[in-house]
């Protein structure tokens, strides 16, 4: 996978069908918990609503166990899957969504609430600000003290995001790399540092 889609930031849309009201919340999560966390924010800021359905992809768009859903209430199968079941055929990753819904007094019956749930997802999607998320892996280099100043500067003009940094007898920087620019990148790397630098894996 190069890269997957996911939201900018928190974004809403507003759907009518039958006089009921459902209001679709996406907002880009990182992980189960944060979803979670997300999920309730918009029952605290919908208490009055009749249900509150939700749907995840918490991480790559292909890494199932980050993948959750929920009726709320509503009809078991009307709901969280036909919403879960857009997401997972969208190029999107590291969002929820929530469709929160105001009876308007007329049923759907589970066809209808299936197909209100899905339009929901489906058109907010195709409204959603998002930008490009290109997968990461963990690497840590070890260098000596005196090529630092170099090595950073050079790590803040790529695409690198450091995530952390040990002083010991020599220096580690635990890097978050792209994966489809790192053969590249390491390369330079080596050549900035005349070789006198240690890769290290999270398999090492």
């Known amino acids: 996978m190069d890269y997957y889609l996911s939201p900018t930031h928190e974004q809403r849309f507003d759907l009518e069908i039958k006089n009921s009201q459902f209001i679709t919340t996406i907002k880009r999560t990182k992980g189960r918990d944060e979803a ?6 918009l029952r605290v ?3 009055d609503a009749n249900h509150n359905c939700w749907a995840f992809v918490a991480g ?6 980050l993948w959750d ?33 105001y009876f308007g007094g007329i049923k ?15 058109q907010a999607l195709t409204q959603v600000e998002y930008e490009q998320v290109y997968p990461r ?5 070890k260098i000596a003290y005196a090529l630092l100043g170099k090595v950073e500067y050079w790590l803040e003009n790529s695409d690198i995001e450091i995530n952390e940094k040990q002083y ?7 890097l978050a790399v792209i994966e489809r620019t790192w ?22």
């Open 36 to 41: 979670k966390r997300f999920i309730n924010e």
């Open 45 to 47: 800021r919908h208490p």
């Open 60 to 65: 790559l768009p292909n890494n199932a166990h």
């Open 69 to 101: 859903q929920s009726d709320d209430g509503e009809p078991k199968g009307t709901a969280g899957k036909p919403m879960l079941n857009v997401l997972q055929h969208s190029d999107f990753g590291e969002i929820t969504v929530v469709v929160t819904r």
């Open 108 to 122: 759907l019956g589970a066809g209808g609430l299936v197909r209100a749930y899905s339009q929901a997802v489906q």
């Open 137 to 141: 892996v963990n690497i840590t280099i």
């Open 168 to 174: 010991n007898e020599h220096i580690e920087l635990s």
């Open 183 to 204: 053969s590249d990148h390491k390369k330079s790397l080596v050549d900035l540092c005349q070789g006198s630098i240690e890769f290290i894996s999270p398999e090492d």
